[in-house]
């Protein structure tokens, strides 16, 4: 739930910016897959989605849902499957049509754990053509993606592989699918995105990993449920750091994007932090006046308010450049 960007909007704030997201692997399974439902709304109409899938009839069933309900937003899902450049492909159809991949399903590794072979082992084939993200964009004129997800079962890496490009211009944050195991033939792992990402200035903030249990074991610990085998990891750029130097992303522009990001994403601390140092910096321009949403967000933790919210060093720094109902509501 995001804390500061209602308060932004409310504002007017958001007015200003326009967010782009590009998501790989965009079928929609349950509510946490639709951006609208987790939150992302809240930049309408000022929002455009792109979404991918190898699956015509997902994209025919997004795009058909999108329309029924008129959302306020541009919204596009694209029966494309991308990679790390353009050509034919063998596309290996799962079990389960989510599991589907670039890659050929390890099932003797598979069948070791539960709940796997059933989802994920091989159904049949299908020869496909593939593009790139950036020969995508520049077909279709898209200059900037701000937020990039990609899901799709091992093959990931490809798809930065391919967008390269766009990694290097715009990407403040990627959520990424990684795999710690070769739950697919031959496909990279975690260790093979992470350097790729590091390497392009990317940080690592989370994983939100997945374990499965033995196949043959009728016991499982509470404490270890099983092993790791693969998780989405988020992503972000860290515009603060002292010793980043890709100057075209280092503007309040997109420090205020990025922290924005960071809210709905659900990494509050971060983007907190990002609109303090926007403020302290470009303050002086009401655009990027981020203080009144700072004090208005935390004021609405009972603890922190109880504790006296003048307190705190982060509202002394972004003080000077509070209004005077802020003032107020510091003094309540």
Known sequence: MPIFLPILKSSGQLNQLHITVCNVGSRKINTQD????????????????????????????????????????????????????????????????MCSSLYPP???????????????????????????????CQQEAVTDIDFLQIDVQGADLL???????????????????????????????????DTFLRSRDFSLFHLASSHRVRMRSPIQSFSHPGQL??????????????????????????????????????????ALELLEALTLQYG????????????MGLANFSELKAQGLEQLPIVENVRQYLSDSAIALLKS
């Open 284 to 295: 002086d321009n009401p655009d990027y006046n981020c203080a009144d949403a700072i004090v």
């Open 159 to 193: 798809v930065l592989q391919g967008g390269q490009n766009l990694l290097e211009r715009s990407v403040l944050a990627v959520q990424i699918e990684v795999e710690f195991s070769p739950l697919y033939s031959n496909q990279p792992l975690f260790s093979d995105v």
């Open 34 to 97: 639709d951006y609208a439902s987790v939150g992302w709304n809240i930049f309408a109409p000022n929002l455009t989605i792109y979404g991918f899938d190898a699956d015509p009839e997902a994209c025919d069933a997004a795009n058909a849902d999108l329309e029924a309900r008129q959302v306020n937003w541009i919204e596009k899902h694209v029966p494309l499957a991308l990679s790390n450049a353009p050509g034919e492909s063998t596309l290996y159809v799962t079990q389960h049509p």
């Open 106 to 136: 390890n099932e003797p590794y598979l069948s070791r754990f539960s709940g796997l072979p059933e989802l994920v082992n091989l159904d049949f084939t299908v020869e496909i053509e593939t593009t790139t993200l950036d020969e995508f």
């Open 229 to 270: 085998l693969w998780a989405d990891a988020f992503y972000f750029r860290d515009l603060l750091r002292s010793d980043f130097d890709r100057t075209q992303l280092k503007t309040p522009e997109q420090l205020f994007k990025l922290a924005c990001i960071a809210d709905v994403m659900d990494f509050p601390d971060y």
